[in-house]
């Protein structure tokens, strides 16, 4: 059965955080906020959560763009090969931040992910997410969730979100209305910044 669960930005509550975290670990899909639109995601080293998340958005793992959701930088090297220090000083300047950054995938990652040549990197201005991937003590691999109606691109409405996706997903975190501009894309795996897709952050190009 699908949870709803609300989560305040100013105070996460702990126990609530476990639990959600608990969920992730037993390979559960979680919806969450973020400081761009809701985002739906799993734990990066659970196979059969990262298949599941695949299924729903109707591709095959190895061919998906997700993007990892990190509490920092501090532990990009897990996940990224050796980057310029002008790269890693765009990243520093811009994030937590509404951007996507793609950089030039590790060796190190997991086995789903090893064919991939880049990824997505971001790091989201929400003390909920970045609550959730601290306290999970690893990326989660995410996608926005968009809304069929093409008016409305994005849904924004937590309630709204777990009547659709509640058959879909284990919990859903209320942690407010969510915007409706998905992140700026930015392309670093060539040194210069090329805009991918414009969003709700400032084009640094």
Known sequence: MSELIKLYEDHVDKKKLQHIVETLKKGGL????????YGLGCDITNKSALEKLARIKGVKLDKANFSFICESLSNLSDHVSQIET???????????????FILP??????????????????????????????????????????????????????????????HQVDIVIDGGFGGNEASTVIDLTSGEPILIREGKGEILL
């Open 105 to 166: 995938g590790s060796n190190t990652l997991p086995s789903a992910f090893r064919k991939k040549k880049t990824v997505g990197i971001r790091v989201p201005d929400n003390p909920i997410a970045l609550a959730l991937v601290e306290e999970l003590g690893n990326p989660i691999v995410s996608t926005s969730i968009k809304d069929d109606d093409e008016v409305i691109e994005y849904t924004t409405d937590p309630s709204l979100i777990f009547d659709k996706w509640k």
């Open 30 to 37: 979680v919806i969450y906020p973020t400081d761009t639109v």
């Open 86 to 100: 002008q790269t890693f000083k765009i990243l520093k300047r811009n994030l937590p931040g509404p951007y996507t």
